[in-house]
């Protein structure tokens, strides 16, 4: 491998140039290789001073986040950091683009930051879970001020160029040629470090205003609270004492389960954007016109999400009337977007230009996509398909939107089912990041690089699951519901079942979700395929349809979207159990919680093992994006690896055992990697 640091001594000034891709994090060789140069530099009488440059699409996306939890190679980011802060010769950094964590530490700690018009500084530590830990809670604040510092780092957001100087984080913004702009730098008498700066702290009062107002953040997030506590111990101690307070916050942090499952999903976000299987060169097809067929909540949603990407979109609807209030529906979302504020009215009238109305499917003739969000019904599909296979172009990716439905037997009613495939967006479609592109028996390589491609585009998060009722997210979701009906039975309040979810991390709980629904939506879908609930059907059938008819599982006063609590649904809940000779029993919180999250992920645990999702990581990607599964929570499959497979095996058991639900019976992969004390992380390196 080429080495990560490049030295140079051109007309007496040292040049280190960073070449360490994807991002040029600061890996063990990288460190090694900068603390070598600055080594040189300071060790060669012939040269003034050291410029650190690097090559590629950032300058330093910060520390290497896959060595944490490794034992520590010296020299670490601190001893750097340190050598670079005590350096007798001035360092510039010259910053073409994103220096971010220990790679804005690294530039914080040098005599000047030099910035290209591309550069982006920012503290992102807090979304891992973590703060700055290479000095970065002393050093912003003593260059931009203890409460600006503040708000960087508990924001996590990059500042860019421009922002970042007139802060005081660097110094300038160059637009000619950066590497000469640094050079001249050199040649200025060094200032005194960063470290020793102690009155750009500014205001005291002003930073404990900033602390004050991040009270609630503190109190849930723990690393909130460690910044504030670093940024006062700016004001409070010594530098020294103050970066090793800051070290001792970092390593609990790191410790800290919750930093473990953010640090899991950036990775696992990552790996799910990896199509498994793929054949090397694979190539997206281009998408450069959409059609959509169906205006509904759905349609219109995935309509917008065309627009809002700038691909021209024609919404496909079977008479003018439906047409005309699909376009209203459009219509109505963006104008009250623009009067949230959220929207430009000249961004509306460009999404708007891309949306063009038809009606008959013949007007998807000249589309490179089509999204079918027709009624839920496999007979009309497959009419629908078999018409768009006699009227697109050969190679049009032909997707299904369909919750549930057999993407195979759509394919089927087609000549050309490599075309065919599903791209499941979540309601409401234009704001829920997850898609799940089905992967059908005969789909090509090509139509799904194409389909996840187009995915990112419209800024969703794409995984690829594969066809069976419900695919991953809807599947797994049934199992949840189910317990959640079941648990009535048995004696829990809806209150209580919510609660377990909400206290869990959830913004909603199951009941609350179905009554801003509706609960006809479920009730006519179990009509459909025969099955029942006895509670949700005795509710539906009371006309308590949810906050629509402001009854549900809960009551809705008058202009109220908060439930309370409805003797009636006690009462109603009480003689459906009678009636299903359910005895009720007091349940506690914890084993609502169980009985809600683990069956799950033994339905997780199948779904592995059918192939129907390639990794675990991706299952739990789809929970925290289509279902707002708490991030700091991992993921379903990430959860029952921090609590350990053998309890989760042993608890279903005995919920089956309790039940008589044999459905709650471990399955074969989960009891297998409990016995051997793995979890499903280990999979990834089966
Ligand atoms: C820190 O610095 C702590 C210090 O304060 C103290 C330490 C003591 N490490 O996102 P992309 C990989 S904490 C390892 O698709 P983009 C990523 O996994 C760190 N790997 O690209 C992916 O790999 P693969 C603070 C990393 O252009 C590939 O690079 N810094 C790291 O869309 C491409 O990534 C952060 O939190 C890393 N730090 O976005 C920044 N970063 O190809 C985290 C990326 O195998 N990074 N990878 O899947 C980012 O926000 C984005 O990656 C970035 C580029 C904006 C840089």
């Not at 410790?255 to 199509?275: C, G, M, Q, T, W």
């Amino acid at each position: 491998m080429a080495e990560p640091v490049r030295y140079e001594v051109v007309d007496g000034i040292a040049v280190a140039t960073l070449s360490n891709p994807p991002v040029n994090a600061l890996s063990a060789a990288l460190r090694a290789g900068l603390f070598e140069a600055l080594r040189r530099a300071e060790a060669d009488p012939s040269v003034a001073g050291l410029v650190i440059a690097a090559e590629g699409r950032t300058f330093i996306a910060g520390a290497d986040i896959s060595e944490f939890g490794k034992p520590p190679a010296s020299p670490t980011l601190a001893e750097l950091v340190a050598a670079l802060d005590g350096a007798a010769k001035p360092v510039v950094a010259a910053i073409h683009a994103a220096a971010l964590g220990g790679g804005l530490e690294v530039a914080m700690a040098c005599s000047w930051r030099v910035l290209g018009p591309k550069a982006k500084l920012g503290l992102p530590e807090v979304k891992l879970g973590l703060l700055p830990g290479s000095g970065g809670t002393q050093r912003a604040p003593r260059l931009m001020g203890a409460a600006a510092a503040l708000k960087l780092m508990v924001s996590g957001d990059p500042m860019d160029a421009d922002a970042a100087v007139a802060a005081g984080l660097a110094d300038t913004v160059v637009l000619g040629d950066l590497l000469q702009a640094a050079r001249e730098f050199v040649k200025q008498p060094k200032p005194k470090p960063v470290s020793a700066r102690d009155e750009g702290l500014g205001d005291r009062d002003a930073f404990e205003k900033e602390a004050a107002a991040l009270a609630k953040r503190a109190a849930t997030e723990p690393q909130i609270a460690d910044c504030i506590a670093c940024v006062r111990a700016a004001f409070e101690k010594p530098f020294a004492e103050a970066v090793a307070f800051e070290r001792e916050a970092f390593l609990r942090l790191l410790d800290d389960p919750r930093s473990k499952a953010l640090r899991h999903v950036f990775f696992a976000e990552r790996e799910a954007a990896r199509i498994a299987g793929l054949p090397k060169g694979t190539q997206p097809r281009p998408v450069a016109r959409a059609a959509v067929l169906g205006s509904g909540t759905m349609g219109a949603g995935i309509a917008m999400c065309f627009a809002n990407a700038g691909i021209p979109v024609r919404v496909i609807e079977t008479d003018d009337a439906a047409l005309a209030r699909g376009m209203e529906r459009i219509r109505g979302t963006y104008e009250s977007s623009v009067k949230r504020g959220s929207l430009a009215p000249e961004a509306r009238d460009a999404r708007l230009a891309l949306i063009e109305g038809a009606v008959g499917l013949d007007a998807t003739a000249d589309a490179d996509m089509v999204v079918e969000a027709v009624f839920e019904e496999m007979g009309l599909k497959k009419q629908v398909f078999a018409h768009l296979d006699r009227v697109t172009r050969p190679g049009t990716i032909l997707a299904s939107n369909t919750s549930y439905l057999d993407i195979d037997e759509m394919a089927a009613a087609t000549s050309r089912p490599q075309d065919v495939l599903g791209m499941h967006f979540f309601s409401p479609a234009n704001v829920m990041k997850l898609l799940e592109v089905v992967r059908a028996k005969e789909t090509s390589p090509e139509a799904l690089a194409t389909a996840t491609e187009i995915g990112r585009k419209l800024a969703k998060v794409p995984v690829v699951v594969g066809v069976c009722h419900g695919f991953v997210g809807n599947r797994m979701l049934a199992r949840r519901t189910q317990q959640a009906e079941r648990l009535l039975l048995e004696g829990a309040a809806p209150e209580q079942v919510d609660r377990a979810l909400t206290d869990f991390g959830f913004r909603m709980g199951p009941f609350a979700m179905a009554d801003l629904a509706g609960l006809d939506i479920g009730w006519r879908i179990r009509r459909a395929t025969g099955k029942r609930a006895p509670v949700a059907d005795a509710l539906v059938e009371a006309e308590r349809l949810g906050q629509k008819t402001r009854k549900g599982y809960y009551l809705y006063p008058e202009g109220s979207r908060t439930g309370v609590v409805d003797p009636e649904v006690t009462a109603l809940i009480r003689r459906v159990a009678a009636a299903e000779g359910v005895e009720q029993r007091e349940i506690g919180q914890e084993e609502i919680l169980d009985r809600l999250v683990l069956p799950m992920v033994n339905e997780g645990a199948r779904i592995l093992e059918e192939g129907i999702a390639a990794r675990p990581g991706d299952i739990d990607v789809v929970w925290l994006h289509g279902y707002n599964w708490p991030a700091w929570r991992g993921g379903p499959m990430h959860y029952a690896d921090s609590i350990g497979l053998l309890h989760v095996v042993a608890r279903l058991a005995a919920f089956a055992e309790a039940t008589g639900d044999n459905t709650l019976l471990p399955a074969d992969l989960l009891g297998r990697l409990a016995a051997e004390g793995r979890g499903f992380a280990s999979l990834k390196a089966d």
